[in-house]
Nanobody, 121 residues
Framework: QPKFVESGGDLVQPGGSLRLSCTASGFNLDTWAIGWFRQAPGKERERVSCIDRTYTITNYADFAKGRFTTSRDKTFVFLEMNNLKPEDTGVYYC????????????????WGQGTRVTVSS
């Protein structure tokens, strides 16, 4: 399993934007689906988005639709987050699914350190 390094988290005001990145050195990610997950304080980790191995099929949690966009290239996977809300606060993680298709049932695993996003005025 790839071990990801996430970056781009920051303190941002409500309504602001952030772009998160993750990468896994030494792995060819082309055959993997890559998901973003987050864990808010005191809550279970939840899936935010997924992009499949073809780079073309994406899906999003309801709270992310219309505000978040995931994309990828050969090295990085990105999560563009707009109109951020205080409830988006949490630690954001990447994970890779060898199935490659963003299965609805996939809940990630093999977590890295994550990157912290804080949305507050």
């Amino acid at each position: 399993q790839p071990k990801f390094v996430e970056s781009g988290g920051d303190l941002v005001q409500p309504g602001g934007s952030l772009r998160l990145s993750c990468t896994a050195s030494g792995f060819n990610l082309d055959t993997w689906a890559i998901g973003w997950f987050r864990q808010a304080p005191g809550k279970e980790r939840e899936r935010v988005s997924c992009i499949d191995r073809t780079y073309t099929i994406t899906n999003y949690a309801d709270f992310a639709k219309g505000r978040f966009t995931t994309s990828r290239d050969k090295t990085f996977v990105f999560l563009e987050m707009n109109n951020l809300k205080p409830e988006d606060t949490g630690v954001y993680y990447c994970a890779a699914d060898p199935d490659g298709r963003c299965r609805i049932s996939w809940n990630g695993g093999d977590w890295g350190q994550g990157t912290r996003v804080t949305v507050s005025s």
